[in-house]
């Protein structure tokens, strides 16, 4: 198993890329830790892979709010004894025209997508640090790199922590901790059931994938769980498309 004796915290780990990650995880032999800010989603994440002898544990909190992380980080520390793979998966990003996006509106998103994900960091890197070894997975979007209306904010935030993940890379290569990106299209999740409903959008989005479909969340999980092994123990600082050839056409 490729995560055999590993545990990992998974934000935004109640549903879509978050829970597909956290059961594919468990199946790899890691113990797991999923927080959100609802806690019936999560505990159902939980019950999945207890029931199929697996290690998890439920935490609630919001990763805009520094001492919501640092709990996370502390009650996976606490239950587990250690952090080997942390995967920000938390984000948020209403499509909305540039001129009608507020200050509460953008500080919103880039306080979850990439303020939440440096907190996380922050919180676990003096552990994997003690420990010479760790792997972060940022999940971005190719949306950092495409430039799609109505996506001012999130686009912004995607491309922050694509950024943010080729620095820390850098900065922490040399104590064993290796930070890397995944960047999906348009994945079939509860967070793009509004732009499924609109037939119309769907199809004009669906086109531009050359795959001429949406991803599955377990296609990013599997994409995740290979930055996140050993298999990858060379990658680092990499953005890792998943977009069904979104940015080859």
């Not at 780990?13 to 956290?22: D, P």
């Not at 799609?148 to 694509?162: C, I, N, Q, V």
């Not at 290569?173 to 890397?180: K, L, S, T």
């Not at 599955?216 to 977009?243: H, K, N, R």
Request: glycine content about 10%; some cysteine.
């Amino acid at each position: 198993m490729k995560l055999e004796g590993r545990v990992a915290l998974i934000t935004g780990g109640g549903t879509g890329i978050g829970a597909a990650t956290a059961r594919l995880f468990a199946e790899e032999g890691a113990a797991v830790c999923v927080t959100g800010r609802r806690k019936a989603p999560l505990d159902e994440v939980v019950s999945v892979i207890e029931a199929t002898g697996g290690r998890a544990l439920a935490v609630t909190g919001d990763v805009a709010i520094t001492e919501d992380c640092q709990r996370m980080v502390d009650q996976t520390t606490a239950t587990f004894g250690k952090i080997d793979v942390l995967v920000n998966n938390a984000g948020t990003g209403p499509l909305m025209d540039a001129e009608r996006t507020s200050d509460e509106i953008w500080d919103q998103i880039i306080g979850t997508n990439l303020s939440g994900a440096f907190r996380l960091i922050r919180a676990v890197l003096p552990g994997m640090v003690s420990r010479s070894a760790g792997s972060i997975v940022n999940v971005s979007s190719i949306l950092a790199q495409s430039g799609m209306k109505k996506s001012a904010a999130y686009g912004a935030s995607k491309a922050g922590l694509d950024q943010l993940t080729r620095v820390l890379a850098v900065e922490f290569a040399d104590r064993g901790i290796r930070v890397n990106a995944v960047a999906p299209a348009w994945v079939d999740t509860p967070m793009t059931e509004s732009v499924q409903a609109h037939t119309a959008m769907y199809e004009r989005l669906k086109k531009k994938h050359p795959m001429d479909r949406f991803g599955a969340p377990e296609e990013v999980a599997q994409a995740i769980l290979y930055l996140a092994s050993d298999q990858a123990s060379f990658t680092t600082g990499s953005v890792l498309m998943v977009d069904g050839g979104w940015s080859a056409a």
